[in-house]
């Protein structure tokens, strides 16, 4: 337990500061990455839901509440490579102004950088991941009876601590990973203007097998937004 601490703490540090959501889920086992693995599946889906809380102008401050319910479908390209879209529905609202429910698009790539064993001794029993993702959506909502749009360019690089724990009938998930990272979102429209473009991602995911996976979050640029996910790879 001590070591598993230890190890989360250099995510942390590693990443130094953690919609939008996306998918992070793959399989818990080593070398599913930069190194070709039999056992990996090409097709992942998945579902989220989270809520983000941000400052924008329009043109006057603003606090912009959304909450997402996304299915995604993901394709690994080549094993280290996925890539990603997502379908699903947004309730958005600007300052104190009802909710305005519409659906939301996005299309993304996830590119796993590095997949390291540490404490080989252990028979492989931590290991050390990076990962970059790359997201651009498409939204919509009503201020001041007037219909608005707007794209968000999101991206991530986040690193992760995986800890086998297969064996250890005390705990039921196969292997419990702790992340970290940076993010960087930007809204792309002149009517909604971001205040704050960068923040940080942290959270647990849990593998129960090697397809499924669940994915607890949060993410930060302006007040924190919470997240939750379901992985299931064929």
């Given at each position: 337990m001590?070591?598993f601490?230890?190890?989360a703490l250099?995510?942390?540090?590693l990443t130094a500061?953690s919609?939008?959501?996306m998918?992070?889920?793959?399989?818990y086992?080593?070398?599913?990455?930069v190194?070709n693995?039999?056992d990996?599946s090409r097709?992942?889906?998945g579902?989220?839901?989270?809520?983000r809380?941000?400052f924008?102008?329009?043109?006057?401050?603003?606090?912009?509440?959304?909450?997402?319910?996304?299915?995604y479908?993901?394709?690994d390209?080549?094993?280290?490579i996925?890539?990603?879209?997502?379908?699903?529905?947004t309730d958005?609202?600007f300052g104190?102004r009802p909710?305005y429910n519409d659906?939301?698009?996005a299309a993304?790539l996830r590119i796993?950088?590095l997949?390291e064993?540490?404490?080989e001794?252990?028979?492989?029993?931590?290991?050390?991941?990076l990962?970059a993702t790359?997201?651009?959506g498409?939204?919509?909502?009503?201020?001041?009876?007037?219909e608005?749009?707007?794209?968000e360019?999101?991206?991530s690089l986040?690193a992760?601590v995986?800890?086998?724990?297969e064996?250890?009938?005390?705990?039921?998930p196969k292997?419990?990973?702790i992340?970290?990272?940076l993010?960087?979102s930007?809204l792309?429209d002149s009517?909604v203007v971001?205040?704050?473009?960068t923040?940080f991602?942290?959270?647990?995911e849990f593998?129960?097998g090697?397809?499924?996976?669940?994915?607890?979050?949060v993410?930060?640029i302006?007040?924190?937004?919470?997240?939750t996910?379901f992985?299931?790879?064929f």
């Open positions: 001590k070591k601490i230890s190890l250099v995510a942390f540090v500061v919609a939008a959501a998918p992070t889920g793959n399989s086992k080593s070398r599913n990455y190194v693995s039999s990996l097709w992942t889906v579902y989220f839901s989270d809520k809380d941000r924008v102008l329009l043109p006057s401050r603003t606090t912009m509440v959304s909450a997402n319910q996304m299915l479908i993901g394709y390209i080549i094993p280290e996925m890539l990603y879209g997502v379908i699903g529905d958005t609202r104190s909710f659906t939301s698009y993304g796993g950088l997949d064993d540490i404490m001794t252990m028979e492989m029993e931590d290991r050390v991941r990962t790359f997201q651009h498409w939204f919509s909502s009503i201020y001041r009876n007037n608005i749009e707007w794209k360019t999101y991206g986040v992760s995986v800890n086998d724990i064996g250890n009938k005390m705990f039921f292997a419990i990973a992340y970290a990272g993010i960087y930007d792309d009517s971001e205040k704050k473009k923040g991602t942290y959270g647990l593998y129960f090697e397809k499924i996976s669940m994915d607890l979050g993410d930060r302006d007040n924190e937004s919470y997240r996910g992985q299931l790879r």
